[in-house]
């Protein structure tokens, strides 16, 4: 398969890399003058969790395809960037994608169908990765890739395009779960976005000096808290709560969601890779921000959320 990944962002290179070693054709693009800027080679430390639980330290020098042009003649273009650059890189796209299936592999808090509205829908299959990392000051990517994925639809996406993007994913090693009620998916995983980065953003830290903070009960109760905030706000947008699987966390006792976590970090590198390398404090400010906004429309009040420290 012809394949152009949306920009080399830390999802995109690892998701590239994977459909590379598979046989896959793969291109980044990259907006003008990024292609000198960032060079062809990438450097890789990432954690590959598709066959081993504990992950698979890749450590490599990848020779990537970059352009900084937008060609016909694809077979699937992938989209995953910051929930708050989809609605621009759709506009980009908007009159260039061909005949090619667009995957949206990606968070979104606006309504879906309204972003990308400026696609055709039978062309479009939406989808969420497991996947995180980030870049370090000298370039390189510090990442994990974990094996499963969620795919689904919404409106009159084809079957086909949805197969044929399950095929991909499958040819690469990862499994597929395909979700019939995709806008809930979306809406609840942004939800817990929202609540687990207000409760790491107190006393401005960030994701990897929160380890020790994570493994506690007490974080994971005001987690817990946060997310029972925002149920309200889930019901007004129509949003199917028990389509959602990461409200689930909801019923977990927070003593065991620190054991796990506990666990996860000491014993499994792909988990605790996540959270030492992810850089882009903005990109968690923002799910507080937004999940904040969208309840003021409603006359709904998160005095947690809203809480002075709480958005960064």
Not at 91 to 115: M, R
Not at 173 to 194: E, M
Request: glycine fraction near 10%.
């Amino acid at each position: 398969m012809k394949i152009l990944l949306f920009g080399r962002g830390v999802i995109a290179t690892q998701y590239g890399w994977a459909f590379d070693k598979a046989g896959h054709q793969v291109e980044f693009y990259v907006r003008p003058g990024k292609k000198a800027q960032l060079g062809q080679d990438v450097r890789l430390r990432i954690y590959d969790g598709r066959s081993s639980f504990r992950g698979v330290l890749v450590q490599e020098t990848w020779n990537t395809r970059l352009t900084e042009e937008l060609r016909s003649g694809y077979d699937l273009i992938l989209v995953s960037v910051q929930h708050y650059q989809l609605q621009p890189v759709i506009d980009l796209l908007a009159d260039k994608i061909g005949s090619a299936t667009v995957l949206l592999f990606n968070n979104v808090w606006d309504e879906p169908q309204q972003v990308a509205a400026k696609l055709p829908s039978r062309q479009l299959v939406w989808g969420f990765p497991t996947a995180g990392g980030g870049y370090d000051q000298q370039g390189t990517l510090n990442g994990s890739l974990l094996k499963g994925v969620t795919i689904g639809t919404l409106g009159e996406g084809e079957k086909s395009r949805q197969q044929a993007v399950t095929e991909l994913f499958h040819s690469a090693g990862f499994g597929v779960k395909i979700s019939p009620d995709f806008r809930s998916y979306l809406f609840g995983h942004f939800a817990l976005n929202a609540a687990l980065h207000r409760e790491i953003l107190k006393g401005g830290q960030d994701l990897a000096a929160s380890l020790n903070v994570l493994q506690t009960s007490l974080f994971w109760r005001n987690v817990q808290l946060n997310l029972q905030e925002l149920i309200p706000v889930l019901k007004a947008r129509g949003v199917d709560l028990k389509a959602s699987p990461d409200l689930k966390l909801l019923s977990v006792p927070p003593g065991l969601l620190s054991l796990v976590m506990r666990i996860a970090l000491r014993f499994f590198p792909v988990v605790k890779q996540i959270f030492l390398a992810h850089a882009n404090p903005v990109e968690l400010q923002s799910y507080g921000k937004d999940v904040v906004a969208t309840a003021a429309g409603l006359n709904i009040n998160l005095p947690r959320l809203s809480s002075t420290g709480a958005l960064g």
